[in-house]
């Protein structure tokens, strides 16, 4: 269903290392074509996250399901979708798996780029 967007990279095996090294923060959509819930996360993530930290972060997607993509999942140990893996200057920082809301997600973010709150 998640198609590429104008606001999240498409991303593949081969780009996948280089956008995310590229990028101080960093948000990426793994998702699958067959899961319903993939759709209202990329919608979600385009349009329900508060513009100063849209700003802030660089997002991209990375369909789970061609075989040259398996590898990067299982190196997130990526179970199940919608998973969101956050990156902080090339290391994941945070990941997680199923929907959330947008003030969640909000809140992930603020952590990613303003640090934690504790």
């Not at 990028?23 to 996360?41: E, K, L, P, S």
């Not at 930290?53 to 040259?68: G, I, K, Y």
């Not at 997130?76 to 947008?102: E, K």
Request: with cysteine; net charge negative.
């Amino acid at each position: 269903m998640p198609a590429p967007s104008p606001q999240q990279t498409q991303l593949t095996s081969e780009t996948f290392s280089e956008f995310v090294r590229g990028h101080r923060f960093v948000v990426i959509h793994f998702w699958a074509a067959w899961n319903g819930y993939d759709y209202t996360m990329q919608k979600l993530l385009e349009s329900k996250i508060p513009g100063e930290l849209r700003e802030r972060a660089t997002f991209a997607q990375f369909d789970n399901d061609p075989p040259a993509h398996h590898e990067i999942c299982r190196q997130h140990n990526v179970l199940n979708v919608p998973f969101l893996a956050f990156y902080r200057d090339g290391s994941l920082a945070r990941s997680v798996t199923g929907m959330r809301t947008p003030e969640v997600i909000a809140e992930y973010l603020r952590e990613l780029a303003y640090g934690s709150a504790a």
